[in-house]
């Protein structure tokens, strides 16, 4: 009967990958159900331990038991006095089909909802009664531990683990294995203290051995400690259809019924502007929205491409009923309370699909913090251009008028000021007989003839320019922030369309090339910062292109010593790789040859036979010449296997002559008492010494020599 030690071992292999889901929920969210999995799947075994009647039914009674237990972790709500209704079984339904898909459309870490969270502990447990039963049944520790194996590639496959984490997750789980071998060869009574301990060894050793290289190379390939490839990428959350109306087209429209309000928001922090929606792509005739957009999960970091210092900041907000499925945000949102939004999270906009009336919720968002300085002589982010597409056919005269805007400058946010800088002083906002339209025709109209426009004709026209010049832009819409202290009030009259800039180490950076985002009379954060470099255009004659890396924002270029460490990382890989290979390759050679020479028919398997004891010997040092026979073999390995390989031996011989020299060929039990005196060698020489025994289980000569 299976121990309760190996037993817990086996059930710690089966669970513990499973809080290798830990950046995807947090550790904190996933201990508790998987605990509950653990615990009833050993309480189902001690239970047909106590009956054993119990037996043919224990793994249907450890997965009643792990649903119960779920059910009463996580889905508690679903339940009426403590047992599951049919509500709690859609839901253990849902975690089977549903929830490992809602998963990878949130962003990470996801909300610790049981709706998203379900599908690992329902992992565990299978892979927890898979585990007992093979342990079991089997008696086979390295088969039963397979199970664990699968759940901890299915985490690898949400989020790959790097670095020293990788390395500390692989030593660990090799350590339970090689806690569970010991254990198992334990309690094989029928066998020696001393052969127990030689096996156990053999076994245990080689498994942390090759865990630690293993790992040692996982690290050695990728030591960031960063996420790799996971099945999240491009599985974005499903959106409701395109709307036929266009952001951009309604500003005119809210302009004209200006008192109407949309939303109130209350903050003690000082905000400049809030979004609705962010638009990139362009088709010449209409600027569209991303559809790139995730559940909103726990809470949110920074963008990488944020580098400077940053602040928290927070707001309640209450909106108005409406049909518009987008929610006021900020550009680098934290965390949403209240409502469970989609975001876009290269935009920072918020949506909210099928709400129906007024909707409220806090939002806190981070907020770069940069002086006036840094941001007038900063570059721009290159990396930025990549999710753009390209303008279309560009007019002449609007290409030649970008030229002129920038004053011959390269791309930097000094460019950018020049842009803006130019709209300003060269065009006027129309204040009747309100333009509508932000395409080509309508850009080419606003920059070469009529020179008048809203605020959505400034942001599209800048923006074009900008792209033409080299610097990432993009258009956003949303509403300023009235004056006023408390609950404050936004209505239409508050519509607005602004371009923001791609600022390397600051991120998008808001740009007002109408004049309009601060009629309130205030600005505030990076507003207020970009006010400040706006102050320090000299004039025209005076203007020269910032310190920084063209095209490369404040990207430092490598130094040369950083050559040299391509070299050494391929030394180490390349050790890495072939210390792996001659650790793993060698053994399972030797485990295929002998398993094809078994398989061979007739008087071929009696000498494939003999081959095996051969090539055993000299892995073990016994010399072998050409010409020698078994029974010379057999005097040569004496010295070295002592009396229980030179009887093996002579057994073979005798099975060798029939096959070979024998009138009527080998019998039917030829092939079988030749492989039984292989057999018999292979037990001699296990009870050589352990270093000798690991020495030949490695020894790479004895693959190759005569032939059959």
Same mark, same amino acid.
């Given at each position: 009967? #299976?121990?309760?030690?190996?037993?817990?071992?086996?059930?710690?292999?089966?669970?513990?990958?499973?809080?290798?889901?830990?950046?995807?929920?947090?550790?904190?969210?996933?201990?508790?159900?998987?605990?509950?999995?653990?615990?009833?799947?050993?309480?189902?075994?001690?239970?047909?331990?106590?009956?054993?009647?119990?037996?043919?039914?224990?793994?249907?009674?450890?997965?009643?038991?792990?649903?119960?237990?779920?059910?009463?972790?996580?889905?508690?709500?679903?339940?009426?006095?403590?047992?599951?209704?049919?509500?709690?079984?859609?839901?253990?339904?849902?975690?089977?089909?549903?929830?490992?898909?809602? #998963? &990878?459309?949130?962003?990470?870490?996801?909300?610790?909802?049981?709706?998203?969270?379900?599908?690992?502990?329902?992992?565990?447990?299978?892979?927890?009664?898979?585990?007992?039963?093979?342990?079991?049944?089997?008696?086979?520790?390295?088969?039963?531990?397979?199970?664990?194996?699968?759940?901890?590639?299915?985490?690898?496959?949400?989020?790959?683990?790097?670095?020293?984490?990788?390395?500390?997750?692989?030593?660990?789980?090799?350590?339970?294995?090689?806690?569970?071998?010991?254990?198992?060869?334990?309690?094989?009574?029928?066998?020696?203290?001393?052969?127990?301990?030689?096996?156990?060894?053999?076994?245990?050793?080689?498994?942390?051995?090759?865990?630690?290289?293993?790992?040692?190379?996982?690290?050695?390939?990728?030591?960031?400690?960063?996420?790799?490839?996971?099945?999240?990428?491009?599985?974005?959350?499903?959106?409701?259809?395109?709307? &036929?109306?266009?952001?951009?087209?309604?500003?005119?429209?809210?302009?004209?019924?200006?008192?109407?309000?949309?939303?109130?928001?209350?903050?003690?922090?000082?905000?400049?502007?809030?979004?609705?929606?962010?638009?990139?792509?362009?088709?010449?005739?209409?600027?569209?929205?991303?559809?790139?957009?995730?559940?909103?999960?726990?809470?949110?970091?920074?963008?990488?491409?944020?580098?400077?210092?940053?602040?928290?900041?927070?707001?309640?907000?209450?909106?108005?009923?409406?049909?518009?499925?987008?929610?006021?945000?900020?550009? &680098?949102?934290?965390?949403?309370?209240?409502?469970?939004?989609?975001?876009?999270?290269?935009?920072?906009?918020?949506?909210?699909?099928?709400?129906?009336?007024?909707?409220?919720?806090?939002?806190?968002?981070?907020?770069?913090?940069?002086?006036?300085?840094?941001?007038?002589?900063?570059?721009?982010?290159?990396?930025?251009?990549?999710?753009?597409?390209?303008?279309?056919?560009?007019?002449?005269?609007?290409?030649?008028?970008?030229?002129?805007?920038?004053?011959?400058?390269?791309?930097?946010?000094?460019?950018?000021?020049?842009?803006?800088?130019?709209?300003?002083?060269?065009?006027?906002?129309?204040?009747?007989? &309100?333009?509508?339209?932000?395409?080509?025709?309508?850009?080419?109209?606003?920059?070469?003839?009529?020179?008048?426009?809203?605020?959505?004709?400034?942001?599209?026209?800048?923006?074009?320019?900008?792209?033409?010049?080299?610097?990432?832009?993009?258009?956003?819409?949303?509403?300023?922030?009235?004056?006023?202290?408390?609950?404050?009030?936004?209505?239409?009259?508050?519509?607005?369309?602004?371009?923001?800039?791609?600022?390397?180490?600051?991120?998008?950076?808001?740009?007002?090339?109408?004049? #309009?985002?601060?009629?309130?009379?205030?600005?505030?954060?990076?507003?207020?910062?970009?006010?400040?470099?706006?102050?320090?255009?000299?004039?025209?004659?005076?203007?020269?292109?910032?310190?920084?890396?063209?095209?490369?924002?404040?990207?430092?270029?490598?130094?040369?010593?950083?050559?040299?460490?391509?070299?050494?990382?391929?030394?180490?890989?390349?050790?890495?790789?072939?210390?792996?290979?001659?650790?793993?390759?060698?053994?399972?050679?030797?485990?295929?040859?002998?398993?094809?020479?078994?398989?061979?028919?007739?008087?071929?398997?009696?000498?494939?036979?003999?081959?095996?004891?051969?090539?055993?010997?000299?892995?073990?040092?016994?010399?072998?010449?050409?010409?020698?026979?078994?029974?010379?073999?057999?005097?040569?390995?004496?010295?070295?296997?002592?009396?229980?390989?030179?009887?093996?031996?002579?057994?073979?011989?005798?099975?060798?002559?029939?096959?070979?020299?024998?009138?009527?060929?080998?019998?039917?039990?030829?092939?079988?008492?030749?492989?039984?005196?292989?057999?018999?060698?292979?037990?001699?020489?296990?009870?050589?010494?352990?270093?000798?025994?690991?020495?030949?289980?490695?020894?790479?000569?004895?693959?190759?020599?005569?032939?059959?």
């Amino acid at each position: 009967m #299976t121990s309760r030690a190996a037993l817990a071992w086996v059930l710690l292999a089966a669970a513990g990958p499973g809080l290798a889901f830990a950046p995807v929920f947090g550790l904190s969210a996933l201990v508790p159900p998987i605990a509950v999995v653990a615990a009833t799947t050993f309480a189902a075994a001690e239970l047909a331990r106590r009956w054993p009647g119990l037996v043919p039914w224990r793994p249907l009674l450890a997965l009643v038991l792990g649903l119960l237990g779920l059910a009463e972790a996580l889905l508690w709500p679903t339940t009426a006095a403590g047992l599951p209704t049919a509500a709690t079984v859609r839901a253990l339904a849902a975690g089977v089909t549903d929830s490992w898909q809602l #998963t &990878l459309q949130s962003t990470w870490p996801a909300r610790p909802d049981a709706e998203l969270l379900l599908f690992v502990p329902l992992a565990v447990l299978v892979a927890a009664v898979l585990a007992a039963e093979l342990l079991t049944r089997l008696r086979r520790p390295l088969v039963a531990v397979l199970p664990g194996v699968a759940v901890l590639v299915l985490s690898q496959a949400y989020v790959s683990l790097t670095g020293l984490t990788a390395t500390a997750v692989g030593l660990g789980f090799a350590l339970v294995v090689g806690a569970l071998l010991v254990t198992t060869r334990s309690r094989s009574g029928d066998e020696p203290t001393s052969r127990r301990a030689v096996l156990t060894a053999l076994t245990v050793v080689p498994t942390l051995v090759l865990a630690v290289a293993g790992a040692a190379l996982v690290t050695a390939l990728d030591p960031v400690e960063r996420p790799a490839y996971s099945l999240r990428e491009n599985r974005p959350a499903p959106v409701p259809p395109r709307r &036929l109306g266009n952001p951009l087209d309604e500003v005119a429209e809210r302009l004209l019924h200006p008192g109407q309000q949309v939303f109130s928001y209350t903050t003690d922090d000082p905000v400049d502007r809030w979004r609705l929606v962010v638009l990139a792509d362009f088709n010449g005739v209409s600027w569209l929205p991303g559809e790139d957009y995730r559940r909103m999960g726990a809470a949110l970091s920074p963008a990488p491409a944020v580098t400077t210092d940053i602040s928290r900041q927070s707001a309640r907000i209450h909106v108005e009923a409406t049909d518009e499925p987008w929610v006021p945000s900020q550009a &680098l949102p934290a965390e949403v309370t209240g409502v469970a939004p989609l975001i876009d999270e290269t935009a920072g906009t918020l949506m909210v699909t099928g709400r129906r009336g007024p909707v409220d919720y806090d939002l806190s968002w981070w907020e770069p913090r940069v002086d006036g300085d840094s941001l007038y002589n900063a570059g721009i982010d290159p990396t930025a251009r990549s999710g753009f597409g390209d303008l279309g056919v560009v007019p002449a005269a609007v290409a030649e008028l970008a030229k002129k805007a920038s004053h011959g400058l390269r791309a930097s946010f000094r460019t950018a000021l020049l842009i803006e800088d130019f709209l300003s002083k060269n065009y006027r906002v129309a204040t009747e007989d &309100l333009p509508t339209g932000s395409g080509w025709p309508q850009i080419e109209r606003f920059l070469l003839d009529a020179k008048r426009g809203t605020s959505v004709q400034f942001a599209a026209a800048y923006v074009v320019l900008a792209r033409i010049l080299g610097v990432p832009a993009r258009i956003a819409v949303g509403y300023r922030a009235p004056a006023g202290s408390g609950r404050v009030e936004v209505r239409n009259e508050d519509v607005l369309a602004w371009p923001e800039v791609a600022v390397a180490g600051v991120g998008w950076v808001p740009l007002d090339p109408s004049g #309009t985002a601060e009629s309130s009379g205030k600005a505030s954060g990076l507003a207020e910062v970009t006010a400040k470099a706006r102050a320090k255009l000299p004039p025209p004659e005076e203007l020269v292109d910032p310190d920084v890396p063209a095209d490369s924002g404040d990207t430092v270029a490598t130094s040369s010593g950083a050559d040299f460490s391509l070299p050494l990382t391929g030394i180490a890989l390349g050790v890495a790789a072939l210390v792996v290979a001659w650790l793993l390759g060698v053994p399972l050679a030797a485990a295929v040859r002998a398993w094809r020479r078994r398989r061979r028919p007739g008087a071929r398997a009696v000498v494939g036979a003999w081959a095996e004891a051969r090539d055993r010997l000299r892995a073990h040092g016994v010399p072998f010449t050409a010409g020698m026979t078994v029974r010379d073999l057999a005097s040569a390995a004496a010295p070295v296997g002592g009396p229980p390989v030179v009887t093996g031996l002579h057994a073979l011989a005798v099975s060798v002559d029939q096959a070979l020299w024998s009138a009527g060929g080998p019998g039917a039990g030829t092939a079988a008492e030749a492989w039984a005196a292989v057999r018999a060698v292979r037990r001699g020489l296990a009870s050589r010494p352990v270093p000798a025994r690991l020495r030949a289980a490695l020894h790479v000569p004895s693959l190759f020599g005569p032939r059959d």
